[in-house]
Antibody, heavy 122, light 108 residues
């Protein structure tokens, strides 16, 4: 059974850093691209960024709103994907979801974690 | 990155059919995927590509497209279909993803 479990959320001051983890199970992490998606309170979904699968060297892409501040990485041996968030802003507040991208064409996020809440406030 | 637009809200009588639209330039090159989100829950993939539904998703959900617009149709809407629905696709560069703003579906 595929499972994605996020952790690491919490309350953090503006300008500080936080690292989220996504612990995966039920599949081989290296075979899949993984994305982070966030949702501000009462708002819609926003794609944050992703790491490509091992075939593509795990390279990353980011939304303009986080580029240069956030970094996604993966630790294949532990089946974990990380989201390192630096220089946090109040507008980064929200629930952060880890998602798996399905393979075989037709882009989609086929599995989602339950989310971890990040609050950026002074 | 390119944008996707959706109607903010639609309503449908129980058992009737509703169509939700998602519009954006990138949809001329990439399929949309659709997600259902109920309050307090994570989104769930309901349909993608050329009408592919994950296991467990009822066949009353279907998709179609025309030009730069993708459509999600719920035929015979049920009370449990009441939720926010989001479309998603690659952006025009193909290197990023973008979500539509979401459509709140109310079943009357």
């Amino acid at each position: 059974e595929v499972q994605l479990v996020e952790s690491g959320g919490g309350l953090v001051r503006p300008g500080r850093s936080l690292r989220l983890s996504c612990t995966t199970s039920g599949f081989t992490l290296g075979d899949y691209a993984m994305s982070w998606v966030r949702q501000a309170p009462g708002k819609g979904l926003e794609w944050v960024g992703f790491t490509r699968r091992k075939t593509f060297a795990g390279t990353t892409e980011y939304a303009a709103s986080v580029r240069g501040r956030f970094t996604i990485s993966r630790e294949e041996s532990k089946s974990i994907v990380y989201l390192q968030m630096n220089s946090l802003k109040t507008e980064d507040t929200g629930v952060y979801y880890c998602t798996r991208e399905g393979v075989g064409g037709s882009n989609r996020f086929d599995y989602w974690g339950q989310g971890t809440r990040v609050t950026v406030s002074s | 990155s390119s944008e996707l637009t959706q109607d903010p809200a639609v309503s449908v009588a129980l058992g009737q059919t509703v169509r939700i639209t998602c519009q954006g330039d990138s949809l001329q090159n990439y399929y949309a995927s659709w997600y259902q989100q109920k309050p307090g829950q994570a989104p769930v993939l309901v349909i993608y590509g050329q009408n592919i539904r994950p296991s467990g998703i009822p066949d009353r959900f279907s998709v179609s497209s025309s030009g730069n617009t993708a459509f999600l149709t719920i035929a015979g809407a049920q009370a449990e279909d009441e939720a926010d629905f989001y479309c998603n696709s690659r952006d025009s560069s193909g290197n990023e993803y973008v979500f539509g703003p979401g459509t709140k579906v109310t079943v009357l």
